[in-house]
């Protein structure tokens, strides 16, 4: 199979971890006889400094051209002071919109292995198998008007917590024909009792669960929803919500499986071309250091051939090689425990292509 790969590595550890995810794809590319080619853009904070933009017009053109995106993480301390129009998440939320990735979906799963590294206790975390379906190019990341005013002689400000129907609804039903091939149940996570939003969000999650009669819908508000994420994990399997929320919950979640740097995402649209990255940011306190745990970007890149190019058993390969390579007692430092292993981003880069 013939392939082209657009790489966006954006800034701080995200280059880093994506070149970790590039070595595997060659990897299962030369095992199985495939074709990988990749092609890099630019976005983010060094997107800025080369450019003036955090989302540069050739990288939109060379992401359509592809088959796929696999992205990295944007941002940093020395852009703290640029206009927010124009900050490094700027380039995010645009390419996003860009290539109109409606669905961001962010799995959440247990690893025997690494049951140590979580501060929660292994009874809570053993089994857990959830999805996380977070709305991506909607809600208060992305409406108008968004500005500082002066009112009555005061400072004030404003951002906007806009969604159309529509929006909502093929997020949502995105979510029941997920969990159409998973536990069947749905649980639509909502702030209902304040929000005139979530109010037209469950409206919505109701009218659509009555063309699905096998899965159960469930409410849940985000405030409850975040403290049952760490007390009771076991009883999600898809959780369908908006993009603020879902961003937060989804960096909560990742405490199941041990670590920030465990936790994939593949974001995807009507039309393609879909995204994968891995759902951390650039982390500036560890970046140029080798030290980041490239895992979950490499896992995204699992993503990418399960969900964009169909490659099931090669998807499968990485997954393996990964759990493999924890079972062997390999850790980077954020999931390091005693009587482990601790390796940079590029040995346990070396250990996954290995043990493929
Ligand atoms: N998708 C993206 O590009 C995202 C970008 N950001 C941006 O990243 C910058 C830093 O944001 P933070 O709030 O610090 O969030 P972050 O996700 O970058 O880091 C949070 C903490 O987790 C650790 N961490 C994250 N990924 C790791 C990995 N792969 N291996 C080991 N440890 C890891 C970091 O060292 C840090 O202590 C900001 O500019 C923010 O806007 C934040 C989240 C997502
Ligand atoms: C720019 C932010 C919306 C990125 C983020 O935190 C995420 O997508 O998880
Ligand atoms: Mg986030």
Not at 9 to 36: C, M, S, T
Not at 189 to 204: C, M, P, Q, Y
Not at 242 to 245: L, T
Not at 254 to 263: K, N, P, R, W, Y
């Given at each position: 199979?013939?392939?082209?790969?657009?790489?966006?590595?954006?800034?701080?550890?995200?280059?880093?971890?994506?070149?970790?995810?590039?070595?595997?794809?060659?990897?299962?590319?030369?095992?199985?006889?495939?074709?990988?080619?990749?092609?890099?853009?630019?976005?983010?904070?060094?997107?800025?400094?080369?450019?003036?933009?955090?989302?540069?017009?050739?990288?939109?053109?060379?992401?359509?051209?592809?088959?796929?995106?696999?992205?990295?993480?944007?941002?940093?301390?020395?852009?703290?002071?640029?206009?927010?129009?124009?900050?490094?998440?700027?380039?995010?939320?645009?390419?996003?919109?860009?290539?109109?990735?409606f669905a961001n979906l962010r799995p959440t799963t247990y690893?025997?292995?690494?049951?140590?590294?979580?501060?929660?206790?292994?009874?809570?975390?053993?089994g857990v198998d959830m999805l996380m379906v977070r709305?991506?190019?909607?809600?208060?990341?992305?409406?108008?008007?968004?500005?500082?005013?002066?009112?009555?002689?005061?400072?004030?400000?404003?951002?906007?917590?806009?969604?159309?129907?529509?929006?909502?609804?093929r997020v949502i039903r995105q979510a029941f024909e997920l969990a159409k091939t998973r536990k069947k149940k749905v649980t639509s996570?909502?702030?209902?009792?304040?929000?005139?939003?979530?109010?037209?969000?469950?409206?919505?999650a109701?009218?659509i669960s009555k063309d699905y009669p096998e899965i159960t819908l469930e409410?849940?508000?985000?405030?409850?929803?975040?403290?049952?994420?760490?007390?009771?994990?076991k009883q999600f399997d898809v959780v369908v919500t908006?993009?603020?929320?879902g961003?937060?919950?989804?960096?909560?979640a990742?405490?199941?499986?041990?670590?920030?740097?465990?936790?994939p995402s593949a974001s995807i649209s009507e039309?393609g071309?879909y995204?994968y990255?891995?759902?951390?940011?650039?982390?500036?306190?560890?970046?140029?250091?080798?030290?980041?745990?490239?895992?979950?970007?490499?896992l995204s890149?699992a993503m990418m051939l399960k969900v964009s190019f169909g490659l099931d058993e090669e998807a499968a390969?990485?997954e393996?090689?990964?759990?493999?390579?924890?079972?062997?007692?390999?850790?980077?430092?954020?999931?390091?425990?005693?009587?482990?292993?601790?390796?940079?981003?590029?040995?346990?880069?070396?250990?996954?292509?290995?043990?493929?």
């Open positions: 199979m013939e392939k082209r790969i657009a790489v966006l590595p954006g800034d701080g550890i995200g280059k880093e971890v994506v070149q970790g995810a590039i070595e595997v794809l060659k990897a299962v590319g030369e095992r199985y006889n495939h074709q990988f080619s990749f092609a890099f853009a630019e976005i983010g904070g060094s997107a800025y400094d080369s450019t003036g933009v955090p989302l540069p017009e050739e990288t939109i053109k060379i992401c359509k051209e592809s088959d796929a995106v696999l992205l990295g993480a944007v941002g940093g301390p020395k852009y703290d002071t640029v206009p927010v129009h124009l900050r490094p998440e700027q380039g995010l939320l645009q390419i996003r919109k860009a290539l109109n990735l690893f025997a292995s690494l049951a140590d590294s979580s501060p929660l206790r292994k009874e809570i975390i053993e709305e991506l190019t909607g809600g208060i990341y992305f409406g108008q008007p968004r500005e500082r005013r002066e009112v009555n002689g005061k400072e004030a400000v404003v951002d906007t917590l806009y969604y159309e129907r529509d929006e909502i609804e996570v909502d702030k209902a009792n304040v929000l005139e939003s979530s109010r037209l969000w469950r409206e919505v109701v009218e409410h849940m508000l985000v405030d409850n929803g975040a403290m049952q994420l760490v007390r009771n994990p908006e993009n603020m929320f961003d937060i919950l989804s960096d909560e990742s405490v199941l499986t041990g670590s920030l740097g465990m936790l039309e071309p995204l990255e891995p759902i951390h940011g650039s982390a500036p306190d560890i970046a140029g250091k080798n030290i980041a745990n490239p895992l979950a970007t490499i890149a390969a990485i393996k090689a990964v759990n493999s390579v924890l079972d062997a007692g390999f850790r980077t430092g954020d999931i390091m425990s005693e009587g482990k292993t601790q390796v940079s981003t590029t040995e346990m880069t070396e250990e996954v292509k290995k043990a493929l």
